[in-house]
C-alpha cells in the first residue's frame, strides 16, 4: 500500500530536454501524494543525504551507482506533511564528470533516481515513539543526451 499512495517524477532545471552541454546537470525529484490521507515524508534527510542515483550508459549498458551524502538520521523521523493531491520536491545535481564516466563524448545516460524512505500514512511532522513508519520504495528515470549525441543522431 504505501508504493500507491505516492507518485515520482523528475524533470532537468533550465534544462527541460535533458541535454547535456559539459557541465552539471541539475535535477528536481517531485514526490506527489496521489492518495486520499495525508502523508509525511521525510524530505529533509532524502534532500541532506541525496537521492539514490544509478547512471546506466544506453550504448554499452554499464552502470555505476553514485554516492550519497552523509545526513543527520534524526531526520529520518522528522516528517514533512504531503496532503493529498500536493506535492513537494528535492533538487540534486549530477556533475559532468560522472555523466562522462562512460564516454568521453556522445553522452547517452539513463539516470534511475531512487528516492525509498520510511513513509507515515495520515502526515504527522513530529516524531510520536508510537507511531511506525512504512517502507516506501518509489524511483522514476531520465534520459540525458549529449548535444553531440543529437546532432549525430541527426544526419542519419
Not at 499512495?5 to 552539471?24: W, Y
Not at 495525508?38 to 546506466?56: E, F
Amino acid at each position: 500500500m504505501p508504493n500507491d499512495v505516492l507518485s515520482v517524477s523528475a524533470h532537468c532545471l533550465d534544462n527541460p530536454a535533458c541535454i547535456f552541454t559539459g557541465s552539471d546537470m541539475r535535477i528536481e525529484v517531485v514526490i506527489k501524494n496521489t492518495g486520499s490521507a495525508a502523508v509525511g515524508y521525510p524530505l529533509d534527510y532524502i534532500q541532506q543525504r541525496g537521492p539514490n542515483l544509478r547512471l546506466v550508459d544506453n550504448v554499452s549498458e554499464q552502470s555505476q551507482v553514485l554516492k550519497t551524502g552523509l545526513a543527520n538520521h534524526a531526520l529520518k523521523r522528522a516528517f514533512t506533511t504531503i496532503a493529498p493531491g500536493q506535492s513537494i520536491a528535492l533538487q540534486s545535481i549530477i556533475k559532468h564528470t560522472e555523466l562522462l564516466l562512460f564516454r568521453k563524448e556522445f553522452v547517452d545516460v539513463t539516470a534511475e533516481i531512487g528516492v525509498s524512505a520510511g513513509i507515515r500514512i495520515g502526515g504527522g511532522a513530529a516524531s510520536d515513539a508510537g507511531e511506525e513508519t512504512l517502507p516506501f520504495k518509489g524511483g522514476t528515470s531520465l534520459k540525458i543526451i549529449g548535444r553531440d549525441t543529437l546532432e549525430r543522431e541527426a544526419k542519419r
